[in-house]
T-cell receptor
Framework: DGGITQSPKYLFRKEGQNVTLSCEQN?????MYWYRQDPGQGLRLIYY???????QKGDIAEGYSVSREKKESFPLTVTSAQKNPTAFYLC????????????FGSGTQLSVL | EDQVTQSPEALRLQEGESSSLNCSYT??????LFWYRQDPGKGPEFLFT???AGEEKEKERLKATLTKKESFLHITAPKPEDSATYLC?????????FGTGTRLTIIP
């Protein structure tokens, strides 16, 4: 079945540590996105990519980094500069990125130890 | 500033009791209004896209409508399995801006 796979489901970060969240899609979509979801807040866009080897900052990119070396993969690194990383992280993709519907993964819950 | 506002924040209904959820937004640059359903601990699932005022779409007990400044998600004779958080989002250029959602609970 086609879809988006996020891993791990749960992740714990120690102080000063960088952690990487995985996102893989087999839908042959060009565009991929990372959102952060906090209780009582809407989904906030961290980074997005509309083509391989290119990506743009979203609304809350500080303390995060991404890469898009392959069409299928869009990993997100939460760096030690992100002082409040505890949240539910969602990866999504769309066919072209031009305001089309998003397909979401099942999310990664990141917590700080 | 781009803004999407959903109301109410939470809604409890008896099974079979119909109601509506509201999503209002700033109009400039609107390129689509999207509705999603999200179950606890899972990613949102796409429901509808609306592009122009007057447009309506239906799926089972759900119907989404769009005016110039707001969208409604009408739920008719809901069942307990309709309990979820319903998110709306508006498109502008290549991004979607999401509202905070309405948490819907259907009581058997």
């Amino acid at each position: 079945d086609g879809g988006i796979t996020q891993s791990p489901k749960y992740l714990f970060r120690k102080e000063g540590q960088n952690v990487t969240l995985s996102c893989e899609q087999n839908l042959n979509h060009d565009a991929m996105y990372w959102y952060r979801q906090d209780p009582g807040q809407g989904l906030r866009l961290i980074y997005y990519s509309q083509i391989v080897n290119d990506f743009q900052k979203g609304d809350i990119a500080e303390g995060y980094s991404v890469s898009r070396e392959k069409k299928e993969s869009f990993p997100l690194t939460v760096t030690s500069a992100q002082k409040n990383p505890t949240a539910f992280y969602l990866c999504a993709s769309s066919r072209t990125g031009a305001n089309e519907k998003l397909f979401f993964g099942s999310g990664t819950q990141l917590s700080v130890l | 500033e781009d803004q999407v506002t959903q109301s109410p924040e939470a809604l409890r209904l008896q099974e079979g009791e119909s109601s509506s959820l509201n999503c209002s937004y700033t109009v400039s640059g609107l390129r689509g209004l999207f509705w999603y359903r999200q179950d606890p601990g899972k990613g949102p699932e796409f429901l509808f896209t609306l592009y122009s005022a007057g447009e309506e779409k239906e799926k089972e007990r759900l119907k989404a409508t769009l005016t110039k400044k707001e969208s409604f998600l009408h739920i008719t004779a809901p069942k307990p399995e309709d309990s979820a958080t319903y998110l709306c989002a508006r498109g502008i250029r290549e991004k979607l801006t999401f509202g905070t959602g309405t948490r819907l609970t259907i009581i058997p």
